[in-house]
């Protein structure tokens, strides 16, 4: 190679053409980078100001962004303003598309990271660590092979026979494994809608216990007997399940009965001792007091009172005090005649 050619290359290389698109693409990129600290520097103060998460997650997902994207708009914009030859700026725009497409696949991935993070968590509880890292690969496979199936169609390869081998293989693998596809499935489900959680006193047919720990596959009970109940997820998911740690106010309706030939004044009067008892009864409130009916063998008054706790030995407690109470009231008053 003589010095002449070397003097040929350098001067196509530094003509005036190209000059114009190295000046174009720096200032491109310099103004990305400036609006990118100045805009980022100033949110971060709201945030600062404001608090919460989405706005550091927003933050967190700029400042992640890295520096082959800003390369890639400021090398779109200079092919808006410069002519390059045909075959160049094919392949300028098909390195541009790829790295457009790995950069929203990579920003689209972190905000369904926050949403299933802080979106399916309760706040102030503890998430299930294998529920939440499952749907994380789930989240990024689909992701990942959603953004290489446009990066192959977009590069002009033919995706419709791997589409169609991918769906094919993927049917096969189901109805391998379909049994624990659904428990994971179920799982899941049971993960987002929330029945009941651990720690919760539920109550699934003929079984009743506390929960102990939703897993992939089965959920664990600690029954009241004392022995762990292990229910696939599947069977959960299809059972109606009774959950007592959230309710808030337990119902409670009993009757007792009186003897006939009991006074009218002694009938009002053992009302009134039935409505002070419960109303004097901490952590439950009256809702009525009524004589309902003439039974077989005695006046019947049915009572319903709200205990104010999903316990049920609080429940107990306070039925017990009630008729403590109420058995010595109606004694004095000489009709112990009591049906509950």
């Keep these: 190679m003589t010095w002449q050619s070397i003097l040929d290359r ?6 005036p053409q190209t000059l114009t698109a190295l000046a174009i693409f720096a200032v491109t990129l310099a103004v990305l980078w400036i609006v990118k600290r100045v805009v980022l520097s100033r949110f971060k ?7 919460g998460s989405v706005g550091d997650t927003v933050v967190h ?12 708009v400021a090398a779109a914009v200079t092919l808006t303003f410069v002519s390059l030859p045909p075959k160049a700026t094919t392949t300028l725009r098909n390195i541009i598309l790829v790295i457009l497409i790995i950069e929203a696949t990579r920003i689209t991935q972190r905000i369904v990271q926050f949403l299933i993070e802080r979106r399916l968590v309760p706040l102030g509880e503890q998430p299930n ?29 033919e995706v419709t026979a791997l589409v169609a081998s991918l769906g094919v293989g993927g049917i096969a693998v189901a109805l391998a494994v379909q049994n624990i596809l659904g428990d994971v499935f179920n799982s899941i489900s049971l993960y987002i809608d929330r029945p009941f959680e651990t720690g919760d006193f539920i109550v699934v047919g003929p079984h009743m216990g506390t929960v102990q720990r939703v897993g992939l596959k089965t959920t664990r009970i600690l029954a009241l007997s004392g022995e ?9 998911t299809a059972a109606r399940i009774q959950n007592f740690k959230k309710m808030r106010d337990r119902r409670v309706l009993f009757t007792f009965g ?3 030939g009991t006074s009218t004044d002694k009938l009002k009067r053992a009302k009134e001792i039935v409505t002070q008892v419960i109303k004097e009864t901490e952590e439950s409130s ?14 019947l008054f049915e009572v319903v009172y709200y205990v104010h706790s999903s316990d049920y030995n ?20 000489k009709y112990c005649s009591l049906r509950s």
């Excluded at 350098?10 to 003509?15: A, D, E, G, I, M």
């Excluded at 103060?45 to 608090?51: N, P, T």
């Excluded at 890292?133 to 953004?147: G, R, S």
């Design 286 to 299: 009256l809702d009525r007091v009524h004589f309902k009916e003439f039974g077989d063998s005695a006046l």
């Design 45 to 51: 103060k709201i945030v600062h100001r404001i608090g």
């Design 228 to 236: 762990e109940l292990v229910i696939s997820n599947s069977e959960l």
């Design 314 to 333: 609080v429940h107990m407690d306070i039925r017990e005090r009630l008729n403590m109470r109420r058995s010595g009231q109606f004694c004095r008053l």
């Design 61 to 72: 997902t700029v400042e992640q962004i890295g520096p082959f994207f800003y390369g890639a």
């Design 258 to 260: 009186l003897e006939y």
């Design 129 to 157: 660590e294998g529920i939440l890292a499952l749907l994380k690969i789930a989240t990024k496979i689909v992701l990942w092979a959603l953004a290489l199936l446009l990066i192959l169609s977009n590069l002009g390869i």
């Design 10 to 15: 350098l001067l196509v290389f530094f003509s």
